[in-house]
């Protein structure tokens, strides 16, 4: 046994070197006495290399002996020990005389990254088979407990429907006599649904994945749970983010056998719809009252559970086969390699359509991502005016995919320039951090600013921020005014994702003529998941299965966030993979530039600011817009790229903050949207009720009967009370009339002094352009008709030009209008 202490830390790290070495000669017989010093201390010299510049305090020697054979240990006094140990350095071969041992030369090898991202090349030559599988279960106080499992063997090209074998475990056909109680049914249950996955694998080595659809949040708790309990021969590697299973891992030893996984990450959405998209011949999900299920009257449901059970196998089978044939024939690309549909998006884009000569996709350095990521914003949403009636509610098609086709992008390798005050923005390109000054007349503000709790906020006021150059240079001509302090410059270049986009939309388009639902979800996962793929955090947290010894080693470190106790010595801890002053251990993310994310989302915001800015728009979400008068013909299109769909016409509408409304349609049919656990309580009354008392909060029970308990690691019934109503003035102010004005921010921190002069010189300029911005919105009230027409030469910052992008795609497409009314409706829940 040997141990050693690491040169910064005072923990010893105490591991077992290598195998016994034998004592003997080459014919087995014990070396002589005085030579096995010589021996061991040689042995110990070679392995020594291996630890170059590491303190080695002590060296344990443990010794062995042939099984049956037995060695009486004598008392050796320390005046015979000490004898001994002369006699054996006096007969032994001199150490000097052993081989001179050159010592390695230290040497501080740094890690080669990849300045910019490869394309990448399909190593895959046929598709590989995988595993499905789900559970059910009831509530035994108040906790999940299943008391069904069953999983099916997919292999690309099989028919499932006539031709799939299910592997079906029910706790009820174990004997009571032996398994007592209901736990240990479930148990032994889990156990052989285990074994079997275990056994379909061996004899099946291509298989390495099990799919279950959510989970992460559901069935992938308790077998986590199961795992660690009763299969303590594996080590599992959880993949966790913000609380969600995406993989576990399963290894013998070192060997990976298999892994878990959740196809909800891959295809989201409910199995039912994905079933009717992807798999129409298998039939829909079966219907079941889980809450009639006990454990008295399991038994004689066992026909009907089984039944639903394994249908809902057979559909999760049937999706994930459709949908790894569709990856394949036209990508070439197998369902299995990746764990998300981000991830596929990625290497589908980075396979056929990445030219990384004309537009190498730089990775941005750590003070490159620190600081372009500060500028990294979502959508703009907000709600201006809490009731309107005669509405109209529109959605721009594809409105990220949209940008990332008609907007130049960052492209190159950024160069820092420090010193951006007395720059002309226009001849900048790239992220700056620049002062601003947002004048208070202006009613719907534009550049966002994060708020301490992490809202987002459009104020007013004066403020400093990271922004992409585009977007500030659209503020200063809306009444902004603008400095540049210093920041990232990059290239202007053409969008590496035109192909990427064209290929899709118009496929998905071609797909929906031909009726062919599958497809046309593919392309719709694949176009609208690319762009927040390079905007990965390299930052992340990772999650491991640890002992008492490392997980007090860790829970010392300032990474650490929090554990979870497992079962005894074993611990689930999370910690961040890198800190804010981490200056070793910095990963370079291969795949992330999130240059391009705040590029994209910034151009979004640019093109949506003109409609939300009008007077008569009530609310907006990113890329939806409720008006009270409809927008011109030429701008609505359900089949051209970037322009508006009309989703719902409002008789009556109440929006009373960002995520927080309810209307009635034309059709008399109420649409909810409430962020929050209760709002299954929400209705059109209730928004009628809040409006006329805006601090209302009403006291009401919440019941999870899916609430997770990661310290336990069980899902079960969780009930509390909760304080249903809306956050006023989170982002807005609500003033007495029911419309909203905007916060006002006075933030300097991080303004150079030297800039103070410059600033107090433009404050004569200020008090004009807010005299020009208040005569330019009493015009504006009498010119309605033509405002878009005008509000979209702004856009043209974009490089976009809306009646080209409508003569070139809507001549061809706009032909298909009558036969469909309404495509890919983003309208929430009803």
Known sequence: MEERRRESKEDLLSFVEGKAIPLTLGDGTPLPKGEVLGHIYSRILYKGESYVGELVPR????????????????????????????????????????????????????????????????????????????????????IHQPYAAGVMMVHPGDNIKNNSRIDSYFSEDYTSEVFKSFQARSSKLLSDFIHRIISIIKQNPAIQTVYFHNFSRFDGIFILKHLALHHSNFRLKPLMRNNRIYELAVYAGNKRIFSFRDSLHLLPGKLDSLAKSLCPGLGSKGSFDHKKVTVENLGKMRASVLMYMEQDIRLLGGVMQNAQRLYWTHYKVDIVSVLTCSAMALKIFRKQFYDDQSFPIHIPNRNEDTFIRRGYYGGHTDAYKKLGRNLFYYDVNSLYPFIMKKCPMPGGKPVWDGNLVDKDIDSLFGFIEAFVSCPSSVKKPFLPVRGKDGTLLFPTGDFVGVYYSEELKYARDIGYTVI????????????????????HFDSRLQAKKDGNEALSFVYKILMNSLYGRFGINPNSTKTELCDSERYHFLMKQDSFIGFHPIIENLYMVSYHTVTADDNIHWAQPKNSAVQLSAAITACARIYMHPFISRDDCYYTDTDSIVLANPLPEGLISSKVL????????????YFLAPKAYGYISEEDTNVIKFKGPAKHLVDISWFREQLANPSRRMKVQIKNEFGIDWDNQTVGVKEYDYSLGIKLNSKRITQPDG????????????????????????????????????????????????????EIKKIEYLGINIETTLTEESTQLDKEESDVTKTDSKK???
């Open 59 to 142: 060296v344990g020697i443990r010794f062995y002996t042939e099984a049956g054979k037995k060695i009486e240990i004598l008392s050796v006094s320390s005046d015979d020990r000490t004898k001994q140990l002369e006699e054996a350095l006096r007969n032994q071969v001199e150490v000097g005389s052993l081989p001179t041992i050159t010592p390695k030369k230290i040497r501080n090898r740094k890690k080669t990254y990849y300045s910019s991202i490869t394309p990448v090349k399909c190593n895959s030559k046929e598709l590989n088979p995988f595993l499905v599988a789900d559970t059910e279960t009831l509530l035994l106080d108040e």
């Open 484 to 503: 540049p302090v210093s920041g990232y410059l990059f290239e202007k270049k053409e969008s590496p994702f035109i192909e990427y986009v064209n290929s």
């Open 642 to 653: 970037g322009l508006f769909k009309l989703e719902d016409k409002i008789k009556e509408g």
């Open 739 to 790: 419309e909203t004005l905007p916060i006002e921010v006075n933030d300097m921190c991080g303004v150079a002094k030297s800039l103070f002069k410059k600033l107090m010189k433009l404050q004569t300029t200020n008090t004009l352009l807010n005299e020009k911005l208040s005569q330019k919105e009493r015009e504006s009230e009498k010119r309605m008709d033509g405002v878009i027409v005008e």
């Open 828 to 830: 929430p829940d009803t």
